[in-house]
């Protein structure tokens, strides 16, 4: 087999590339280790910057999106029990993010993929990258116990953090950073209408908490829990419980509790690999990068990946040019580590860390009293959230 783009890994960030490449005439396939059911039934993130928008309607695949994403001007930040609305739009000119989940994004490539007649070869196992340093690099892989060679002239590696993409680089060449935090995001699907229209982050006490949600009738909540803890202990009712003490009376008094259909806990890290090329392999998504939950920047930091890629790799084939790919690197990782800073900073001023003294939890207070009065800070706290550009 042979192709110019091999891409491995069907989740959001390989279907967009493919998408982008597909409508650009530059021929690829996806190679996925798991079924395709498996891949339109992972649960994740939803919030969406303005950039991923106009990304996903450039790619032709936003007709879904405008229909039912939910446009969001603002969010609610909650430390112990005062409330503070930051109003996006008025922040930032007119900016706003959009509630879609990843889940609906992945249905919606995957279906424009299959519309298109593009290859995704699912179930592939034992993939290996080859001479990635070289002008040929190569992919094997096995299906249906037959081994199978994809020849190509760049790999992009969308596999996320335990793919095969990132393991295939020489140690010495990649710098990592880590940051692995003490304690998890307990997570709760429920078909229930959401406590409030907009998002609410909340610190408290008892630890961080949030009310979220996947559209008008489902809803999506989560607690801190420590890192040991597990999915088991917790009923429907216990988590409800626990939900609504962290949260101001009227948020409280605005959730409808409901069976779980989903639960499951979420460790917390921050991770960065350095640098995101490696001759003919490229990196992107969470391959290259991790950041927790609390800024919403996982899935929108795979789509900035992915821009600056689908660029790179257009300018190659139609331009002759190879300036994208080789400022391609330190392009994307300029705007992930302005992201980890931001979604570091929110976790540190909602979550309650172990072991944590008087002064910690008097610097988080003065941190939301800072924002409650400073326009300054609640609009660098909207540019980052609505997403800074690429």
Same mark, same amino acid.
């Given at each position: 087999?042979?192709?110019?783009?091999?891409?491995? +890994?069907?989740?959001?960030?390989?279907?967009?590339?493919?998408?982008? =490449?597909?409508?650009?005439?530059?021929?690829?396939?996806?190679?996925?280790?798991?079924?395709?059911?498996?891949?339109?039934?992972?649960?994740?993130?939803?919030?969406?910057?303005?950039?991923?928008?106009?990304?996903?309607?450039?790619?032709?695949?936003?007709?879904?999106?405008?229909?039912?994403?939910?446009?969001?001007?603002?969010?609610?930040?909650?430390?112990?029990?005062?409330? %503070?609305?930051?109003?996006?739009?008025?922040?930032?000119?007119?900016?706003?993010?959009?509630?879609?989940?990843?889940?609906?994004?992945?249905?919606?490539?995957?279906?424009?993929?299959?519309?298109?007649?593009?290859?995704?070869?699912?179930?592939?196992?034992?993939?290996?990258?080859?001479?990635?340093?070289?002008?040929?690099?190569?992919?094997?892989?096995?299906?249906?116990?037959?081994?199978?060679?994809?020849?190509?002239?760049? /790999?992009?590696?969308?596999?996320?953090?335990?793919?095969?993409?990132?393991?295939?680089?020489?140690?010495?060449?990649? %710098?990592?950073?880590?940051?692995?935090?003490?304690? +998890?995001?307990?997570?709760?699907?429920?078909?229930?209408?959401?406590?409030?229209?907009?998002?609410?982050?909340?610190?408290?006490?008892?630890?961080?908490?949030?009310?979220?949600?996947?559209?008008?009738?489902?809803?999506?909540?989560?607690?801190?829990?420590?890192?040991?803890? *597990?999915?088991?202990?917790?009923?429907?009712?216990?988590?409800?419980?626990?939900?609504?003490?962290?949260? @101001?009376?009227?948020?409280?008094?605005?959730?409808?509790?409901?069976?779980? /259909?989903?639960?499951? /806990?979420? @460790?917390?890290?921050?991770?960065?690999?350095?640098?995101?090329?490696?001759? *003919?392999?490229? =990196?992107?998504?969470?391959?290259? %990068?991790?950041? @927790?939950?609390?800024?919403?920047?996982?899935?929108?930091?795979?789509?900035?990946? /992915?821009?600056?890629?689908?660029?790179? =790799?257009?300018?190659?084939?139609?331009?002759?040019?190879?300036?994208?790919?080789?400022?391609?690197?330190?392009?994307?990782?300029?705007?992930?580590?302005?992201?980890?800073?931001?979604?570091?900073?929110?976790?540190?001023?909602?979550?309650?860390?172990?072991?944590?003294?008087?002064?910690?939890?008097?610097?988080?207070?003065?941190?939301?009293?800072?924002?409650?009065?400073?326009?300054?800070?609640?609009?660098?706290?909207?540019?980052?959230?609505?997403? =800074?550009?690429?």
């Amino acid at each position: 087999m042979r192709t110019q783009v091999a891409i491995i +890994g069907a989740g959001p960030a390989g279907l967009l590339l493919g998408q982008l =490449l597909s409508r650009a005439g530059i021929d690829n396939v996806i190679l996925e280790r798991r079924d395709r059911d498996y891949v339109l039934s992972r649960i994740r993130a939803g919030v969406l910057e303005q950039g991923m928008v106009d990304l996903l309607h450039e790619a032709g695949v936003a007709d879904r999106l405008d229909r039912e994403g939910l446009v969001h001007d603002g969010f609610s930040l909650a430390f112990h029990g005062a409330l %503070h609305r930051i109003d996006l739009e008025d922040l930032t000119g007119g900016k706003t993010v959009t509630v879609y989940g990843q889940t609906e994004v992945t249905r919606d490539l995957v279906e424009a993929r299959q519309a298109l007649g593009r290859p995704t070869i699912y179930e592939a196992e034992d993939v290996a990258l080859h001479d990635i340093d070289g002008a040929s690099p190569r992919v094997t892989f096995r299906k249906d116990g037959q081994v199978h060679e994809l020849a190509c002239d760049f /790999i992009a590696g969308c596999d996320g953090y335990h793919g095969v993409s990132r393991a295939s680089v020489p140690a010495d060449a990649v %710098h990592s950073f880590e940051r692995v935090y003490p304690f +998890g995001w307990l997570g709760v699907l429920v078909d229930r209408p959401p406590a409030s229209h907009e998002l609410v982050y909340a610190g408290h006490e008892r630890g961080f908490a949030l009310c979220s949600m996947r559209s008008t009738e489902r809803s999506r909540y989560y607690i801190q829990v420590p890192q040991d803890e *597990r999915v088991e202990d917790w009923s429907d009712e216990a988590f409800f419980d626990e939900l609504r003490t962290r949260l @101001p009376d009227a948020t409280a008094a605005a959730v409808t509790p409901g069976p779980s /259909i989903e639960k499951s /806990i979420a @460790p917390l890290r921050s991770f960065v690999a350095e640098p995101m090329r490696f001759g *003919r392999l490229f =990196l992107a998504g969470d391959a290259a %990068h991790i950041v @927790p939950p609390t800024g919403a920047k996982g899935l929108n930091l795979a789509a900035s990946d /992915i821009r600056y890629l689908f660029d790179a =790799l257009h300018q190659h084939y139609n331009e002759g040019s190879d300036a994208g790919l080789d400022g391609y690197s330190s392009r994307a990782l300029a705007r992930v580590w302005k992201a980890e800073r931001f979604s570091w900073w929110m976790t540190n001023l909602l979550h309650n860390f172990p072991g944590r003294d008087g002064f910690d939890g008097r610097i988080q207070q003065a941190e939301f009293d800072y924002l409650k009065q400073s326009r300054a800070a609640c609009t660098a706290l909207a540019e980052n959230y609505v997403g =800074l550009p690429y």
